[in-house]
T-cell receptor, first 113, second 112 residues
Framework: NAGVTQTPKFRVLKTGQSMTLLCAQD?????MYWYRQDPGMGLRLIHY???????AKGEVPDGYNVSRLKKQNFLLGLESAAPSQTSVYFC????????????FGEGSRLTVL | GQQLNQSPQSMFIQEGEDVSMNCTSS?????WLWYKQDPGEGPVLLIA?????ELTSNGRLTAQFGTTRKDSVLNISASIPSDVGIYFC????????????FGKGTKLSVKP
């Protein structure tokens, strides 16, 4: 099983450029999440979705947008990248009724110059 | 927002040693989870705890849900080189159907 797949795995951007990270899950999960991981900061929630067509803000949503047009996909967009958005981004999903376990992708490393 | 205090931040141990790390909070949780992240990978669930006082094992790993519901401990016995990685605790607040709150992680290094 593929589980949670993130693309691309690595990307370098210049300040001001835009890009989209794609997360795809093949487990028919309702909930999907985008986190960023920075040294010493742990995992911080950017945005999440409780089902197709829904999105909500997490702890650090500024500078990011998301869309969940299809149940299996959750897109994270950066409209105008900034060096502060240099990070490793993780997508995760879980089914409804699950008591908390998240299934994570392998991460996408983004560098903004 | 709510915070989990995870300690220690990092550990350097000799192969064969036992390890203990913990998470505490001022809030009450109804779920505690422990994840491990290998270098270059996403976190993977190790142990899930759902009841106060619960003690659960997964091989050489044992985790406990504190009786006050405000803390959890993860123990690793007889560490081996492949235990290297970052260990995260995560919790779900009591009465909440909401998102997990993550600790900042404990980075474990094991000398062969």
């Amino acid at each position: 099983n593929a589980g949670v797949t993130q693309t691309p795995k690595f990307r370098v951007l210049k300040t001001g450029q835009s890009m989209t990270l794609l997360c795809a899950q093949d487990m028919n999960h309702e909930y999907m999440y985008w986190y960023r991981q920075d040294p010493g900061m742990g995992l911080r929630l950017i945005h999440y979705s409780v089902g197709e067509g829904t999105t909500a803000k997490g702890e650090v949503p500024d500078g990011y947008n998301v869309s969940r047009l299809k149940k299996q996909n959750f897109l994270l967009g950066l409209e105008s990248a900034a060096p502060s958005q240099t990070s490793v981004y993780f997508c995760a999903s879980r089914p409804t009724g699950n008591t908390g376990e998240l299934f994570f992708g392998e991460g996408s490393r983004l560098t903004v110059l | 927002g709510q915070q989990l205090n995870q300690s220690p931040q990092s550990m350097f141990i000799q192969e064969g040693e036992d390890v203990s790390m913990n998470c505490t909070s001022s809030s009450i949780f109804n779920t505690w989870l422990w994840y491990k992240q290998d270098p270059g990978e996403g976190p993977v669930l190790l142990i899930a705890l759902y009841k106060a006082g619960e003690l659960t094992s997964n091989g050489r790993l044992t985790a406990q849900f504190g009786t006050t519901r405000k803390d959890s401990v993860l123990n690793i016995s007889a560490s081996i080189p492949s235990d290297v990685g970052i260990y995260f605790c995560a919790g779900r607040l009591r009465g909440s159907q909401g998102n997990l709150i993550f600790g900042k992680g404990t980075k474990l290094s094991v000398k062969p």
